[in-house]
């Protein structure tokens, strides 16, 4: 079995509204995993599907070859599913390190254990000098990297990255970005939303394209970056026209200039 | 790390020692000390075990009074009307105030927001009216104390209040060593992350509501255990005495007072405000009854405006200047 995490047909409607209408899509074993798709594409409801925090209208959830759909958040955490937020959420008023002791607790009892994981995804996360912070006072940068480093203590076969990198100066991103480099080395399976398409390409397998609710595209990086499904919804049809226009243009050009 | 933690415990057993050789070094026997420092260690270990849910899990509750009244009034009737020994009512009071906590944050543990601190509230005045007209446990009137033969097995002196001492301390060990240790633990750890983020929480992995619920029910255990005390200290127990908002505002006031979710907070608190209330009371008197509440209520209102967090911000603020101060 390759596939770690499997969509099927998952449809979630907010009464009448649609976030996500039947998307189906599955994240290889050890990959990196593109979500992406213009603001209010539904990528975050459908992040939040799988976390736990809603239950789809239609449709599963399959992890590791169990459904997971309509369970609670601690129970998806405790099956090895670990999730960020898209507007950070720090333990304001507890130190970095204490923050990521509670993911560690996950699978130990014993407060020594923890803080020796903690200490590992600590390091892992770049975090070692504000080790004694309160998490409150940290910066953007530093608070979306705790996110990581906590979901990671939790020890997490699958982690959900959400819009991990928006909002970062170019530093913070590559560093970032690094730190997502290692995770996927260590073996972790990682499935990402973002809407910024530069942030990810580079560094996903594989890419799936949300837009008004439905996947409009799926495959590697390079065949999504020229698929015009993707271009008209990131860009409006009618830059999309116009790109196709000047590259019929620059061929006909090139037609022209033949003899 | 360790040696630190072995040096605390040491502190502790210290501090409780010498707390113990008080009436030896004949501190303690009969005078109005005595009964300063015996409510200073009941109101810091009531204090304590409001923290743990108020506190540590940020779950404010306006209904302690119930979990202490029951624990009050177990123990009176045990003594009053079965005529045995205050032993088994106070145990049976410790679980029947755990169930009561389980069935009020059963429900309102599931909502977010302020349902819990409402439900509490409620529940206040419905425990109240109930023992008003039950007249199994005396309704209105309470229950009175008869005379008992002094010693630890009617848990009663009338001579004087050494004993009553060793068993507010007794008490005030048990609430506050198990609080220090939860703190260290997975509970404890678990509690404030429950207050800092619910939701955050729970995506790791943390089951909010069932370690609500046991923080509550730990509470409310102790919580009643503090009420059996004050029963068998003042002799008597009556509804407006025990099961009022007033007695609840105590539990929540002491708390604030001293530092909200830190482990010395609820002793802080206790230890300014209850002499304080005590000699108002006692010297202030004749400027008529409640001035000790006014001085309550003002102090609170400072410590509010200028500290949140209590005595434990203030030093904590002193203790950053220091160092600070030493690094230049």
């Given at each position: 079995m390759s596939e770690i995490l499997e969509i099927r047909n998952v449809t979630m409607k907010f009464g009448a509204l649609l976030a996500d209408r039947n998307v189906s899509f599955a994240v290889p074993k050890g990959s990196i995993c593109g979500l992406i798709g213009p603001n209010g594409a539904g990528k975050t409801t459908l992040f939040n599907c799988i976390a736990g925090y809603y239950k789809p209208s239609e449709g599963e959830i399959i992890f590791l070859g169990k459904r997971i759909d309509g369970q609670p958040p601690f129970v998806i955490a405790k099956q090895g599913i670990a999730r960020t937020f898209q507007v950070v959420r720090p333990l304001k008023e507890m130190s970095v390190l204490d923050n990521i002791m509670i993911g560690a607790f996950l699978h130990t009892r014993s407060a020594s254990e923890a803080r020796k994981i903690a200490e590992k995804c600590l390091s892992l996360c770049y975090l070692d000098e504000f080790r004694n912070m309160q998490a409150g006072e940290l910066t953007i940068g530093n608070k979306k990297r705790l996110e990581v480093a906590r979901a990671l203590a939790t020890n997490p076969r699958l982690l959900l990255l959400d819009e991990?990198?928006?909002?970062?100066?170019s530093t913070e991103v590559q560093d970032m970005v690094k730190v997502i480099r290692r995770l996927k080395e260590e073996g972790i399976t990682i499935l990402m939303v973002e809407h910024i398409m530069e942030a990810i390409m580079p560094i996903s397998d594989k890419m799936v394209v949300l837009s008004h609710g439905e996947k409009i595209a799926e495959g590697p990086p390079s065949v999504i970056a020229n698929d015009p499904a993707v271009i008209t919804a990131y860009l409006g049809e009618k830059f999309a026209r116009k790109i196709q226009k000047n590259n019929t243009a620059s061929a006909e050009v090139d037609h022209g200039g033949r003899p | 790390m360790k040696t630190n933690v072995k040096t605390g415990t040491l502190a502790w057993i210290g501090f409780l020692a010498l707390l113990a050789l008080l009436p030896v070094a004949g501190i303690v026997s009969k005078g109005f000390l005595s009964h300063v420092l015996i409510m200073i260690l009941l109101n810091a270990s009531m204090a304590q075990a409001w923290n743990l849910i108020?506190?540590?899990?940020?779950?404010?509750?306006?209904?302690?009074s119930v979990f202490f009244g029951i624990g009050a009034y177990g123990a009176a009737y045990a003594v009053t009307v079965m005529k045995t020994t205050p032993w088994p009512g106070v145990l049976a009071g410790a679980l029947l105030a755990a169930v009561v906590a389980v069935l009020i944050g059963f429900p309102t543990f599931k909502l977010k927001g302020h349902y819990f601190a409402i439900a509490t509230f409620a529940i206040v005045e419905v425990f109240n009216r109930l023992f008003m007209i039950w007249e199994d446990v005396g309704g209105a009137v309470g229950l009175d104390y008869p005379i008992l033969k002094d010693g630890w097995k009617n848990f009663s002196w009338s001579r004087d209040k050494t004993g009553y001492f060793y068993g507010a301390l007794l008490l005030f060990a048990l609430i506050f060593s198990l609080v220090r240790r939860l703190e260290q633990n997975r509970f404890g750890y678990y509690l404030k992350a429950i207050r800092e983020g619910q939701e955050t929480a729970e995506s790791l992995g943390v089951n909010s509501r069932r370690f609500k619920l046991a923080a509550m029910a730990l509470s409310a255990a102790l919580a009643a255990l503090c009420g059996s005390l004050f029963a068998q200290y003042n002799y008597r127990v009556d509804p407006s005495m025990v099961l009022s908002l007033d007695m609840s505002m105590r539990f929540v006031l002491v708390t604030i007072l001293g530092g909200i979710g830190t482990l010395w907070g609820p002793l802080l608190g206790a230890a300014i405000l209850i002499p304080l209330q005590e000699y108002t009371r006692a010297y202030l008197a004749k400027l008529g009854p409640g001035v000790d509440l006014v001085i309550f209520g003002l102090i609170i209102i400072l410590m509010m405006e200028f500290q949140p967090r209590g005595i434990m911000g203030i030093i904590e603020q002193i203790m950053k200047k220091r160092r600070r101060g030493g690094a230049r």
């Open positions: 991990a990198v928006s909002g970062l100066t | 108020g506190g540590y899990a940020g779950q404010v509750s306006f209904g302690h």
